[in-house]
């Protein structure tokens, strides 16, 4: 039997369901509106940023973060905002994905000359036309190529500053006399509110709605109101947990805000992280998640790189729990977090895993067709489960030629 090879990664479909926009830029694109829009970069070429930001490895979580200040500075306007969403479709279209999640925070974005709603129109034209020139390729028109379809997850912060963005500052301003927390909370449902209505009356593709920042001391709780308001109008949920914190972020994540994916959630498996004294016996609580996890096929977004770059007590692949994960049933897709920021593409990921970690076709396969079934699809179901028949049969097509 031959093993999974590079060449037959390549060449199946993929799926990307954890890809955040402002991690995801080409370096030469950032490098041009640096320029054009008068933005300070440590170097000016492709190697000088690899060597100086992007780099391979890093020492820790905030020389990781350092590259978004960068990416974000050229995305306050939105031609740039289209542009980079038009070339993160092209660059996925290329290496195989056929459906895309892009994530991004409108808020972060919007200031004076943006608003939040320009923000996500922006990023729903580029995608539509990256979209658009592939589903009319000949060779998707004849069958011979899957289309490309794409959804859009709007992220709340669980946490901000002024300085982050105009939108937020100017909130913060707003309401003086509000704590942090509520702060946070308004911002979150304020989000859920404009993307819902963009979704419904202007039929915007926004197919989920996402959490990110800092776990530890930001509670996703603090943004219940925003969740609960998406969940009210049939929008579907992920929260960035477990990533940074233990088990009970990802308890929360689903009994708090109803995620219906969970987004790294790398520390599933460590019952050591649990700080709720009420937990009397912490590894039947894990037990119980896990199981919980599994057996309502609540999506796992794995992000290899980006976990090994990040969290330093994860020594290789091989140590990742995303083993564990396989091994009991959990509904695993495997992302690129930030295509730019973790130097990676889909396809380098699931190369890492495969030579990593030893899994049957039939776990391979099902990481595969995990990131199709588990999708945001943006259309009707029915329409849903024509695409992932479509991909399954592609899927054994290739394992014919490459495998058998």
Do not use: W
């Not at 599994?294 to 770059?309: D, H, K, P, Y």
């Not at 970690?357 to 849903?384: D, H």
């Amino acid at each position: 039997m031959k093993k999974i090879s590079a060449e037959f990664i390549r060449q199946i479909p993929k799926a990307d369901l954890h890809v955040h926009l402002d991690g995801s830029l080409r370096l030469s694109t950032l490098i041009e509106l640096a320029q054009k829009e008068g933005v300070e970069l440590p170097a000016y070429t492709e190697k000088g940023l690899r060597e100086k930001v992007f780099k391979k490895q890093y020492a820790n979580l905030p020389e990781y973060l350092k590259g978004f200040n960068y990416t974000t500075a050229v995305m306050r306007n939105k031609e740039n905002i289209e542009r980079i969403a038009y070339e993160l479709g092209q660059d996925a279209l290329a290496e195989g994905v056929r459906y895309i999640e892009v994530r991004f925070a409108p808020q972060l974005h919007a200031g004076e000359t943006l608003s939040v709603a320009d923000s996500v129109r922006a990023v729903a034209a580029g995608l539509a036309r990256a979209q658009q020139e592939h589903n009319t390729l000949p060779a998707v028109k004849s069958g011979e190529d899957l289309p490309f379809h794409f959804g859009i997850i709007a992220c709340a912060m669980r946490s901000f500053h002024a300085g982050m963005s105009a939108y937020y500052k100017n909130l913060i301003g707003a309401l003086s006399q509000y704590s942090k927390a509520e702060i946070f909370g308004v911002a979150s449902l304020e989000l859920a509110r404009q993307v819902v209505k963009l979704a419904r009356e202007e039929g915007l593709p926004v197919v989920g709605f996402d959490l990110a920042g800092e776990e530890a001391g930001y509670p996703a709780a603090d943004h219940m109101e925003a969740y609960q308001f998406v969940h009210k109008h049939f929008m579907r949920k992920t929260v960035h947990s477990g990533e940074a914190y233990g088990p009970e972020s990802i308890f929360q994540a689903i009994t708090d805000c109803y995620a219906n994916r969970i987004g790294h959630g790398t520390h599933l498996f460590d019952a050591s992280m649990i700080k709720d004294r009420k937990v009397k016996d912490k590894t039947a609580y894990v037990e119980a998640l896990a199981n919980y996890i599994a057996s309502e096929r609540i999506g796992v977004e794995v992000c290899l790189t980006s976990n090994l770059q990040t969290l330093p007590e994860i020594k290789s692949v091989a140590k990742h729990p995303v083993k564990e994960m396989i091994k009991r049933g959990l509904s695993v897709s495997i992302s690129t977090d930030n295509r730019l920021v973790s130097n990676t593409t889909v396809s380098k990921e699931l190369e890492l895993l495969v030579k990593n970690i030893p899994l049957t076709r039939k776990e391979f396969k099902n990481v595969i067709i995990a990131g199709f079934k588990g999708a945001f699809f943006p259309g009707a179901y029915v329409e849903k489960r024509a695409f992932v028949r479509q991909v399954i049969n592609r899927y054994d097509e290739l394992v014919k030629r490459y495998l058998d």
